[in-house]
Each structure stands twice: as C-alpha cells, then as structure tokens.
C-alpha cells in the first residue's frame, strides 16, 4: 500500500469520526429535548442600553390604569432590563463580587432582594466602595454583609452568583457610565462547569477577606480603610 493511500485512508477514517461525534451530540440533543431536558441557560447583554423605565420591577402592582409618570419610554426590553430580571430571580441567594457600584437602579435590586429575604453577600474593592456615588454604603447601612479587599490590589471581579446556580458575569461594571456609555458585556449562564469555579472564587475572596482573620483581637480601627489611589484606573 502507498503512502498517498494509507494518508487518504487515515484522512477518511478521521472525517468520519467527526461526523459520527457530531451525529451522536445531535441525536443527544434530539433525545434531551423530547424527555423534557433543557439545555443550560446561555444569554449575551452587550451595553450601553437604550434608556427605559424600569420601575415596575419595584412595582409590580402599577397598572395601565395608573402608569409611571416618568418621561422615560416605557414596556421596552433592554439589556439592563434583561439584567435586572435575572438578578431579581433570586430566591435563596445572592453573592456579588464588584469593582465599581454607583447604579442606583441595581442597588435597588440588591435591596429588594434582602427585604424578601434573600441571603446577600458582597465582596467590593477597597478603593471604589468610598468614591463619590457609590452604593456600598448604602447596602451596608442596610444590613447588607461587605467585604472589601484587604490587599493592596484591585478587586476588579464582576460577577454574581444567583441561587448558587446562575452566574452573571462579564466587562460591565454595576455603574450608571457603564450601562448607559460603554461599551460592555455581560455573560449569564446556568452551565455548572461554568457557575462553579466562580462560586469557589466567590467563597475563596469571602474568606480571605474576613476582618476577624486580619484583626483577630480587637475591632478594625477606624483607620484601616485606605485612602483613594492617587491614580485611578477607568471604570
């Protein structure tokens, strides 16, 4: 047998394989979804957003009879409408890791989420939680548990793991410059090969950042929160 032959046959021997590979993911789908499995949810935001009225996640009981008198357009899906409806499908929990926090629409979430009864948890950096609009301060005066980084490096995370099932993660961070002028993105996924590296880093930054294991005897004195960077990156 020829060389030119034995590589044709080895060629041949190779793109069937694929094809069979990709038959059997097919046929594999095909079988999910008659007995009623659904593949792991996977949606894309990409920011800026159109402006829109979003109260009605926070009144749900408005009416057509009696609608938000706001000028912004109303019954428009948005990327941050999309985002909002997912972080608000929480139930059992929250755990939120953000560089930069100054929305005051998704603080609003964040707090609404609590007074169902929701566990919130949320890591932030040091830095941003003081500038000048941020939320943090807002969450904590609410009960909200925070945790800053206690290191000299930027927390710069943006993640959020919903129910401990539902990861939303990607560029954006939580601030009104992001979500109305940049450009970002956002990844929300229910893959658990995905959700569950996260939730570990999760975990990972909550504990490390524990003021009970850097002040171990006594109270975080008053001093111990950094003063801004002198250089401060973009948001």
């Not at 609590?114 to 950096?125: F, K, P």
């Not at 904590?140 to 206690?150: K, P």
Request: charge should be positive; glycine fraction near 6%.
């Amino acid at each position: 047998m020829s060389f030119r032959h034995t590589v044709k046959i080895i060629g041949l021997g190779a793109l069937a394989l694929t094809l069979s590979v990709e038959w059997l993911d097919w046929l594999l789908r095909r079988l999910r979804s008659r007995h009623g499995h659904r593949s792991p949810l996977k949606e894309v935001l990409f920011f800026p957003t159109a402006l829109t009225c979003v109260e009605h996640f926070f009144k749900p009981d408005t009416t057509f009879a009696s609608p938000c008198p706001c000028p912004l357009p109303h019954g428009l899906e948005t990327s941050l409408t999309g985002l909002l409806r997912h972080l608000l499908s929480a139930s059992v929990s929250l755990d939120l890791c953000i560089f930069a926090f100054s929305s005051q629409d998704l603080s609003r979430a964040v707090l609404l989420l609590q007074s169902r009864g929701v566990a919130v948890r949320v890591v932030t950096d040091k830095d941003y939680m003081r500038i000048s609009g941020s939320q943090i301060g807002t969450l904590r005066n609410a009960g909200i548990c925070v945790r800053h980084e206690m290191g000299s490096v930027y927390m710069h995370h943006k993640f959020a793991v919903i129910d401990g099932r539902r990861l939303i993660t990607g560029s954006l961070n939580w601030t009104l410059a992001a979500i109305q002028s940049n450009k970002e993105n956002i990844l929300v996924t229910e893959e658990p090969d995905l959700v569950l590296p996260f939730t570990r880093e999760f975990q990972l930054l909550w504990d490390s950042n524990d003021p009970a294991r850097h002040f171990p005897r006594a109270s975080p004195p008053s001093g111990t929160l950094a003063h801004l960077r002198e250089s401060t990156p973009p948001v």
